[in-house]
Structure formats: structure tokens, C-alpha cells
């Protein structure tokens, strides 16, 4: 059964950081997509982050230059270092890793006070 588990979500002030981590029990975690994605309440939920096996980042428009997308495949952990954040980037942020079919974490709460 495969398991994405988040953590490091918080609560933190505007211009602070954070860094989520998502460790997965996937065999074959070294060939995922993994991507971090973020819901806010009464919103629909968007990829923030994606890598792809090879290392290709892909960034949502509004998180470009702030957030940094990493991966360990021998920790089969994927990382998101969150820097200058803001109000607007408080949401719940869910792992998702794609290998055939898409996998999600529980999720985890990022509250950005201003």
C-alpha cells in the first residue's frame, strides 16, 4: 500500500519560512512525479510544485522564486522549502506522487499570519 506522509507544516509570520517533507513507501519512488499541491478554503486545489524523476522543477507562476522543490530519492523523501511567505500562501499542502496512477498525502497546514 503506498503512503505519502507530510510534515513541517505550521504556523508562521509573513517574509518566514518553512520546509515541508513527504516520505513515501513507493518501490519505485526514484521514477515518480512527485508535486506538492496546496488547497485554501473555498478554493480549488493547485499544483504549487512538481519534479520529475530526471529533476525537472515546474513552479505555479505564484510561488516562482520563492519556493524550491527538491527531492532524495535514496530518503524517498520530496521536500518544499517555502522563503518570504505570504497570507495567500496559507492553505493545506498535499503531496501527490504519480506513478501510473496518483498517490496524496493527508496533508498538512501552512498558516501565513500577516
Known amino acids: 500500500q503506498v503512503q505519502l506522509v507530510e510534515s513541517g507544516g505550521g504556523l508562521v509570520q509573513t517574509g518566514g519560512s518553512l520546509r515541508l517533507s513527504c516520505t513515501a513507501s513507493?518501490?519505485?519512488?526514484?521514477?515518480?512525479?512527485m508535486g506538492w499541491y496546496r488547497q485554501a478554503p473555498g478554493k480549488q486545489r493547485e499544483l504549487v510544485a512538481s519534479i520529475t524523476k530526471g529533476g525537472t522543477t515546474n513552479y505555479a507562476d505564484s510561488v516562482k522564486g520563492r519556493f524550491t522543490i527538491s527531492r532524495d530519492n535514496a530518503k524517498k523523501t520530496v521536500y518544499l522549502q517555502m522563503d518570504s511567505l505570504k497570507p495567500e500562501d496559507t492553505a493545506v499542502y498535499y503531496c501527490n506522487a504519480q506513478l501510473g496512477s496518483a498517490y496524496w498525502g493527508q496533508g498538512t497546514q501552512v498558516t501565513v499570519s500577516s
Open positions: 513507493i518501490t519505485f519512488f526514484s521514477v515518480a512525479t
